[in-house]
């Protein structure tokens, strides 16, 4: 964050705006479509100035042209009350924009750093899809705005997440490729290219154990929610492996494997090298579970 910036917006898993200094902005807070202008505000920066009209049609489709107005005027008065006399720009009667270094925000600077190749660090900024439960009233145009913004942002963080973990598979870096690939699941439980993928990098690492049991939970998965099962490709290396591991043979059962899940977390039930099983800690859940993609995504088929 530059260090110049003192106010932060933070809408990547959750809703925060406070100062560096750990200041609340409730003004703003208080009501949901001044933080929801806010928002706009600030993750259209990159487009440049905002016409008034457009915002009266996102914010207040149900009001009269008089009325809109002044609730917009109300709205950029409060948050140049809040955030500083010239955290709002505007050119001549028509056009608004947060002026640049005002506010600081994580969705910003997640996609930023990706544009850069800083994939790691944005990486971290990314705790969550965009906004995820936020809602406001009478108006459809920004529901629609955000669906397609959390839509967006969660496909260029699952795309470096990809990256990632390529990269670390270029190097050799198995444990980080292990790290990287079972973040994919998270993001995608159903998707069976991500969890051939991850199996195929534990192999890497030294742990047969955990890939299989990482084939047990995504089976788990997909027969529950889905009615499905995983790609061919998923259980015949399953398959082998057993095979390959006929000391193992029964407390690698994949039938086991399901049944050591059934009343815990859903995250990967994992095994150490002796096949000890420990249980891998929640980091987000299903992120992103049952959305339907094109590319690499799904079950069965995919």
Not at 127 to 147: H, K, S, T
Not at 251 to 270: I, P
Request: charge should be negative; glycine fraction near 8%; include cysteine.
């Amino acid at each position: 964050m530059d260090a110049e910036i003192h106010i932060q917006l933070r809408v990547l898993g959750r809703l925060e705006l406070h100062g560096t200094d750990g200041r609340p902005f409730s003004e703003v807070l208080a009501q949901p479509k001044r933080v929801a202008l806010l928002i706009f505000l600030a993750l259209s920066g990159a487009r440049g100035w905002q016409r008034r009209d457009t915002l009266l049609g996102i914010f207040w489709p149900e009001r009269d042209r008089e009325h809109a107005q002044c609730a917009l005027r109300k709205g950029l008065y409060v948050l140049k009350r809040a955030l500083g006399e010239e955290a709002i720009l505007r050119r001549g009667d028509t056009e608004v924009q947060l002026a640049e270094g005002v506010v600081w925000c994580d969705a910003v600077a997640f996609e930023r750093g990706v544009t850069a190749g800083d994939l790691e660090a944005s990486a971290q900024l990314y705790q969550g899809n965009l906004l995820e439960g936020f809602f406001i009233r009478g108006a459809p145009e920004f529901e629609r705005w955000l669906d397609a913004e959390r839509l967006r942002l969660s496909d260029i963080h699952e795309r470096a997440i990809r990256s990632l973990a390529e990269a670390a598979a270029a190097e050799e870096r198995w444990l980080d490729q292990v790290n990287w690939r079972r973040r994919l699941t998270r993001l995608d439980p159903y998707n069976s290219r991500y969890v051939f993928r991850l199996m195929e990098a534990l192999l890497a690492a030294g742990e047969p154990a955990n890939a299989i049991r990482a084939a047990a939970e995504h089976r788990r998965f997909v027969q529950e929610d889905l009615g499905a099962e995983p790609a061919a490709e998923v259980m015949e290396l399953v398959e082998r492996l057993r095979e390959s591991m006929p000391q193992h043979a029964a407390a690698l059962d994949v039938e086991v494997a399901l049944e050591g899940v059934k009343g815990r977390s859903r995250s990967v039930l994992l095994a150490d090298s002796k096949g000890e099983e420990i249980t891998a800690p929640e980091e987000g859940g299903r992120e992103r579970a049952g959305r339907e993609r094109s590319g690499e995504s799904g079950a069965g088929s995919r």
